[in-house]
């Protein structure tokens, strides 16, 4: 049999239906799974199937899906009115110039690679292939017919099938692969004389059949690699199915969760050596952490990667940031975009950093915001300083030196700079730049009034 790869491959994606069932103003294909929507997920399937091009038909909700997904690099092929699956691959040949077509469903996103390779090479090898699944309950699918000798002859729709017809339980996925010039010769002879009045993709396989090809069946090795998606509960489902995906692979890759069920991955999670992840973390982007790294329960990880042995406690939320090694954050931390955060720095409860750096050994353990700041190394901010950032029109820009010393409580306002070195005494408001070395405090000098007396409460029935 012929290699796929010395034949050009190319792709074409149903996503034109309606999906009525999810009951939504969204085509169902944007509805997102791990964060995704539906068709990016069988896009990806065949960027990595090696595809050259990849076409996706589209029609109910207009340009919705066209302009989400602009920023891809697929061919779109628009079909209106929507006459069925066979007429919606007919939208996408003209732009077809590859040897093999792949015909995938942009509302089943789980089907894996060694899937759908198999099609691939028996399509390459000259024959129709077909995705196929034996179901305890076949009912909605086009049914696989076969001749009493076992010989396949045809595909039957459920809504033309007969009695005996709709009892087969094996049935057609929808997927199928071909050769692009024998499938361009059957998809021009579809007629729609059927149940639906449409033009049936499925029965390009019985003219296969009359014609003597050779027709291939594969099955998948797991039926939820030939789900669709259509309606909410279906789409829980498959999120659940692909969370549990995930979840193994980690831990086939040697990472410990506390609950496999209880971590999302909306994106993608790169781990080193024995990282633990405890209970409810959700991952959105591209996070790596690094070896030995912890992740307390409640996170939620945003496009950061966070450095070896450091330890994220309970409750935070960081996104877009950098994290060292040997680091501790939270609990209850916020990370807003774009922090770069060196080695041994600690951040601790309710604080909020932001577009900020943080050099080696630095602490703010408590109740503070540092904005659009560069804080040195070994630098202690105590607990409740407020970086005054904002005038309300503009940002400001605050340097803290190598081993600054900032009281609790106090507010420093941007634009300014605290010298290497410098204490700042609690409860300050600094407005002009703080020598190095030097303690600089602004507050109101502290007064003893000898001899004054508390306001003293009358007793009761005392007339006034
Ligand atoms: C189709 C198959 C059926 C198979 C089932 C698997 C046909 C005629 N039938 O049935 O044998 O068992 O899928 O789920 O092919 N679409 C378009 N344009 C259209 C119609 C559909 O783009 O005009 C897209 C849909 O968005 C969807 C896919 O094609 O992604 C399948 O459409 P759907 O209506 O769900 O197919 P069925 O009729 O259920
Ligand atoms: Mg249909």
Redesign the pocket.
């Known amino acids: 049999m012929t290699t796929p790869t010395s034949q050009r491959l190319e792709v074409v994606i149903?996503?034109?239906?309606?999906?009525t069932r999810m009951r939504s103003a969204l085509p169902?294909?944007l509805h997102r799974l791990a964060g995704q929507p539906l068709v990016e997920h069988v896009i990806h399937t065949a960027q990595q199937l090696g595809a050259e091009s990849i076409h996706v038909?589209?029609?109910?909700g207009g340009e919705q899906v066209p302009d989400t997904l602009r920023h891809l690099p697929v061919h779109w092929a628009r079909?209106e009115p929507?006459?069925?699956?066979?007429?919606?691959v007919q939208q996408a040949m003209p732009a077809v110039t590859g040897d093999i077509v792949l015909v995938l469903?942009?509302?089943?996103p789980l089907t894996r690679l060694d899937t759908l390779r198999p099609l691939v090479a028996a399509a390459a090898g000259g024959s129709l292939a077909v995705l196929t699944a034996m179901l305890k309950d076949p009912t909605?699918?086009?049914r696989i017919v076969r001749d009493p000798s076992g010989r396949v002859v045809r595909?039957v729709?459920?809504k033309d099938a007969s009695a005996a017809e709709k009892a087969i339980c094996e049935?057609?996925?929808?997927i199928m692969a071909a050769p692009a010039e024998k499938m361009r010769g059957w998809l021009a002879h579809l007629r729609n004389e059927n149940a639906?009045s449409?033009y049936?993709?499925?029965?390009i396989l019985g003219m296969a059949v009359n014609e003597g090809e050779t027709v291939a069946l594969a099955q998948p090795m797991h039926e939820w690699e030939?789900l669709?998606v259509?309606s909410k509960k279906q789409l829980s489902e498959l999120e659940r199915i692909h969370q549990r995906n995930q979840a193994e692979r980690l831990m086939e890759e040697g990472v410990t969760l506390l609950d496999p069920a209880r971590l999302d991955v909306r994106g993608t999670l790169t781990c080193g050596a024995d990282v633990t992840i405890d209970v409810n973390v959700v991952i959105e982007g591209n996070v790596t952490l690094g070896h030995r790294v912890k992740i307390g329960p409640n996170n939620v990880l945003r496009n950061c990667s966070i450095g070896d042995d450091t330890e994220i406690h309970p409750n935070c939320v960081i996104e877009d940031s950098v994290i060292g090694s040997q680091c501790r954050v939270g609990p209850f931390a916020r990370m807003r975009p774009t922090n770069r955060i060196a080695d041994h720095v600690h951040i601790g409860n309710f604080v909020e950093v932001k577009n900020s750096e943080v050099h080696d050994g630095s602490k703010m353990n408590h109740l503070s915001y540092i904005g659009d700041t560069t804080v040195g190394r070994k630098v202690n901010i105590g607990a409740g300083t407020i970086v005054c950032n904002y005038d309300g029109a503009n940002k400001h820009h605050t340097n803290i030196g190598d081993n600054a010393f900032i009281g609790s409580n106090s507010a420093l306002v941007a634009p300014i700079t605290i010298g290497d070195g410098a204490t700042i005494g609690a409860g300050s408001v600094i407005s002009k730049d703080a020598p190095p070395g030097e303690l600089t405090v602004a507050r109101t000098k502290q007064v003893t009034i000898s001899g004054w007396t508390r306001p003293q409460k009358k007793p009761k029935g005392e007339v006034k």
């Open positions: 149903l996503a034109a239906g309606k999906g169902k294909v038909v589209y029609g109910h079909q929507q006459l069925g699956t066979g007429h919606a469903y942009g509302d089943v909605g699918y086009g595909i729709e459920q049935v057609n996925t929808g639906q449409e049936y993709l499925t029965d030939i669709g259509n």
